[in-house]
């Protein structure tokens, strides 16, 4: 009886966090200033040399945690037995393209390489204001434990990047998150 009364009490909590997270999507404003640490030129009005930064708004429950030398920001979410660990990346010019870049994702996750026209039919487009952005899913349903949902921004002179790594079914639970979180990227002057 005891056992089936924690059980309960178990499930009953980890759904409450998921609902939490979910359906609390209460944005927290914040700022990363870009890697260069230079005016980003793009098409934005930069007049009197104000220095822009990129900012966005992160769910509650994304956790901040240390991330590389190349990382703006990298968070950690846990729901339930599920992780997602989600990395911002800058790099100046296109970084290597949208191919290689898909490619590089695809390989980690056991999937062949695509041509260009390939990828670009499984993309999904959409528009933030820093302008027009792509995501795209990799994901190999023989390899469950790994899959990405990302994000490529490309700029006037650096190209920006989201990556989500999780689970497949972490990734169902939370593509609509990820969506809001790259739709909210935005510019703000200093």
Not at 123 to 138: A, S
Request: charged share 20%; aromatic share 10%; with cysteine.
């Amino acid at each position: 009886m005891k056992f089936k009364i924690i059980l309960i009490l178990v499930l009953f909590l980890s759904t409450y966090s998921i609902v939490s997270i979910i359906n609390n999507y209460n944005k927290i404003n914040y700022k990363a200033i870009s890697q260069t640490n230079k005016p980003i030129n793009n098409n934005l009005s930069n007049k009197k040399n104000k220095k822009l930064e990129l900012q966005w708004d992160i769910p509650n429950g994304w956790n901040e945690i240390e991330g590389n030398d190349f990382s703006l920001a990298v968070y950690e979410l846990k729901i339930l037995d599920n992780s997602a660990k989600i990395s911002i990346t800058e790099f100046p010019g296109d970084a290597g393209g949208t191919e290689n870049n898909v490619n590089r994702w695809r390989r980690q996750v056991g999937l062949p390489d695509q041509k260009l026209s390939t990828i670009n039919q499984n993309t999904i487009y959409d528009v933030n204001k820093l302008g027009r952005y792509e995501i795209h899913h990799i994901i190999n349903n023989d390899n469950p434990d790994l899959g990405f949902l990302c994000m490529i921004q490309k700029l006037d002179s650096s190209t920006i990047f989201v990556k989500m790594q999780s689970t497949l079914n972490g990734i169902k639970q939370l593509e609509n998150i990820f969506n809001d979180f790259c739709f909210s990227f935005s510019y703000v002057n200093t």
